[in-house]
């Protein structure tokens, strides 16, 4: 199942960018409650055992609300100026009650009962008897009888519970975490931007894969997710963009409305913090693998997507036999996987280990480490 967006190659009016205090710090209560899924952030997880008693008790009431899903009514908007932490919370206690009760009853609710596809979740649903019964049910056993009376009959305590969780949170932990990441976003944003600049939408997108999938020809790229809905970006439509330093190694999606449409993805610090360096005997490998003009347009088409030797070699220019050798060189040097598809056989770019050239050679000479 994926959730698929068609955006213009040449779309670029058509994305905005933002960053939000608000969505960062229920992002970095995800990683709170889902440590072992964030090892870069296991030093913030750490540090947040200094939180008192009672927050640590309310943060872990509301962590079914974000340990598998994000609360799509937390997106940004993409339009006007960036917002401070109190405007944001004084924004979102206007939500729509029923939306709100919609959003914290999803990660309960899977699948959504009557279903929902392209046509989004109905919030109808939850008045029926059945639904509202499991609902308590699952809410009591996650947190605790009020938050389930709150769910079921006043969504708006329910948000604004949530809402005073978040303010005492930012008091006594993220308000000086905020400042330190702050500019790590705008720097972010501002990268994204010169890559959507020089190599386009699709071009910037690549470096999300494998969460984010492309299709530059036909315009269009996907997420694997356990939901079906395809989304045209109209000329009237904004894609958001939000980088942040909490999402890694996860990239969120909203293709629902009344919220905004995008992708929440890792910010470009953190996504090479993250990555593995590369061993320096396999570096060299590497490198020597890269030192040739053939095997570099073959990478190169084998980026767009997985192809055979058959479709390669007229691409290339060589023989389908000197082909294979060069695709035997950069798969040996770990640059590429081989997988069988009946009766032909795919290469695949291994984005990870390209990605982690540049780090790792940089770390290499800065260091006194030997070559093996």
Same mark, same amino acid.
């Given at each position: 199942?994926?959730? $698929?967006?068609?955006?213009?190659?040449?779309g670029a009016e058509r994305v905005g960018f933002a960053y939000s205090p608000t969505m960062e710090a229920v992002l970095s209560l995800h990683v709170l409650v889902e440590p072992k899924h964030h090892p870069v952030q296991h030093g913030w997880v750490r540090a947040m055992r200094k939180l008192s008693p009672?927050?640590?008790?309310?943060?872990?009431?509301?962590?079914?609300?974000?340990?598998?899903?994000?609360?799509?009514?937390?997106?940004?908007?993409?339009?006007?100026?960036?917002?401070?932490?109190? #405007?944001?919370?004084?924004?979102?206690?206007? %939500?729509?009650?029923?939306?709100?009760? !919609?959003?914290?009853?999803?990660?309960?609710?899977?699948?959504?009962?009557?279903?929902? +596809?392209?046509?989004?979740?109905?919030?109808?649903?939850?008045?029926?008897?059945?639904?509202?019964? !499991?609902?308590?049910?699952?809410?009591?056993?996650? #947190?605790?009888?009020?938050?389930?009376?709150?769910?079921?009959?006043?969504?708006?305590? !329910?948000?604004?519970?949530?809402?005073?969780?978040?303010?005492?949170?930012?008091?006594?932990?993220?308000?000086?975490?905020?400042?330190?990441?702050? &500019?790590?976003?705008?720097? +972010?944003?501002?990268?994204? *931007?010169?890559? @959507?600049?020089?190599?386009?939408?699709?071009?910037?997108?690549?470096?999300?894969?494998?969460?984010?999938? @492309?299709?530059?020809?036909?315009?269009?790229?996907?997420?694997?997710?356990?939901?079906?809905?395809?989304?045209?970006?109209? /000329?009237?439509?904004?894609?958001?963009?939000? &980088?942040?330093?909490?999402?890694?190694?996860?990239?969120?999606?909203?293709?629902?409305?009344?919220?905004?449409?995008?992708?929440?993805?890792? $910010?470009?610090?953190?996504?090479?913090?993250?990555?593995?360096?590369? /061993?320096?005997?396999?570096?060299?490998?590497?490198?020597?693998?890269?030192?040739?003009?053939?095997?570099?347009?073959?990478?190169?088409? @084998?980026?767009?997507?997985?192809?055979?030797?058959?479709?390669?070699?007229?691409? =290339? *220019?060589? #023989?389908?036999?000197?082909?294979?050798?060069?695709?035997? =060189?950069?798969?040996?040097?770990?640059?590429?996987?081989?997988?069988?598809? *009946?009766?032909?056989? !795919?290469?695949?770019?291994?984005? +990870?280990? $390209?990605? *982690?050239? %540049?780090?790792?050679?940089?770390?290499?000479?800065?260091?006194?480490?030997? @070559?093996?």
């Amino acid at each position: 199942m994926t959730i $698929v967006f068609r955006v213009p190659a040449g779309g670029a009016e058509r994305v905005g960018f933002a960053y939000s205090p608000t969505m960062e710090a229920v992002l970095s209560l995800h990683v709170l409650v889902e440590p072992k899924h964030h090892p870069v952030q296991h030093g913030w997880v750490r540090a947040m055992r200094k939180l008192s008693p009672a927050l640590k008790r309310e943060i872990e009431a509301f962590s079914y609300a974000v340990r598998s899903y994000f609360p799509e009514f937390l997106f940004p908007r993409p339009t006007g100026g960036l917002a401070d932490f109190g #405007s944001e919370l004084a924004g979102l206690r206007t %939500a729509d009650p029923e939306l709100v009760r !919609l959003e914290f009853a999803v990660p309960l609710l899977s699948p959504w009962p009557g279903g929902g +596809g392209d046509e989004g979740r109905d919030p109808h649903a939850l008045r029926e008897p059945a639904v509202r019964a !499991l609902l308590r049910e699952r809410v009591t056993r996650e #947190s605790d009888e009020a938050m389930a009376a709150m769910l079921l009959d006043d969504p708006r305590a !329910l948000l604004e519970r949530f809402l005073s969780m978040l303010e005492r949170y930012w008091r006594e932990a993220f308000e000086g975490e905020w400042a330190r990441i702050e &500019p790590e976003l705008a720097a +972010g944003v501002s990268e994204a *931007g010169h890559q @959507i600049e020089q190599r386009g939408l699709y071009g910037m997108l690549r470096g999300l894969w494998p969460e984010v999938r @492309i299709d530059r020809q036909a315009e269009r790229f996907w997420l694997e997710r356990p939901h079906d809905h395809e989304v045209a970006i109209g /000329p009237d439509d904004t894609l958001l963009l939000a &980088p942040s330093t909490y999402v890694w190694p996860h990239v969120r999606v909203n293709c629902d409305g009344p919220w905004p449409l995008g992708l929440v993805f890792p $910010v470009s610090s953190i996504a090479r913090e993250a990555r593995p360096r590369i /061993p320096p005997a396999q570096l060299v490998g590497m490198l020597r693998a890269l030192a040739d003009d053939t095997r570099l347009r073959a990478l190169r088409l @084998i980026a767009e997507r997985p192809r055979s030797t058959q479709e390669l070699a007229p691409l =290339v *220019g060589v #023989s389908e036999a000197a082909l294979s050798k060069h695709l035997r =060189v950069l798969t040996d040097a770990g640059l590429l996987e081989r997988r069988r598809e *009946g009766y032909y056989v !795919l290469y695949r770019l291994l984005p +990870g280990q $390209v990605a *982690g050239l %540049a780090p790792s050679l940089e770390s290499f000479l800065h260091t006194t480490d030997p @070559i093996d």
